[in-house]
């Protein structure tokens, strides 16, 4: 039964994701719900969701020719930031993650929350009128910093990703998905790949959650003209919120 439930949310955080982003929101607490500790739940998590960026990735490899000189660029930070993060989650006390839970949930919220307005801030876009070199290394750091948190946790960083990409380079949102797909993923498989070797993970929940959201990303790629993502965001919205808010109070 619990395999069941297990596969029904990777499944509906592939499609989630396919569809509007959160993922997390669902398949992380329902690990949570059926026992497994959290720090070992956002491992398993982590590594089972890997492989839905890189489908995304083969959609878009045409824009990799336009993107060579920024991708060698962010990459070493991206590794570095995930690395680090992995670190951190691998350090941490199972009873101070716990405690970060609901917090984490509800930033991941807000993040998924803000997306919208965040893009059409990003596409109306504020012309950089501080000093060039100062917008960089900013940039370059909150890049660091996002890819930390998609190290430890995750939930959410495409959406910091992208408003760091906005403030950093003058382009498309088009033209800068690629980008935050390869961070996410690099961020993902560097952090993955460190909990293989170091961490705790349940290799057939990884296998069953893996094919999961394979399935749902695909499902949720045929929906996406179908349902209106904008709906479909708001209900995983007030699904977090709630989430956040049960963990505050019973977690």
Known sequence: MNELIIFIAAFSAGLINALAGGGTLVSFPTLLALGIPPVTANITNTLALCPGYFGGMIAQRR?????????????????????????????????????LIPYLILFATLLLAVQVPLKQWLVTGSHHTAHPQLIAFGGFFLLFLAS??????????????????????????????????????????????????????????????????IMGGLVGGTLVEMVHPELFRWIIVALGFCISIWYFLYG
Request: charged share 10%; hydrophobic share 55%.
């Open 63 to 99: 824009e990799f020719r336009n993107q060579k000189e920024r991708i060698w660029q962010i990459l070493p930070i991206s590794i570095i930031g995930g690395l680090t993060g992995g670190f951190l989650l691998i350090h941490s006390d199972e009873m101070a993650f716990r405690i």
């Open 148 to 213: 930390v948190y998609g190290g430890y946790f995750g939930a959410g960083v495409s959406v910091i990703i992208i408003a760091v990409l906005g403030l950093l380079y003058d382009d498309s949102l088009a033209s800068l998905n690629i980008l935050k797909l390869i961070i996410s993923f690099s961020v993902n498989v560097t952090a993955a790949v460190y909990f293989i070797f170091t961490g705790t993970f349940d290799g057939a929940i990884v296998l069953l959650m893996s094919i999961g959201s």
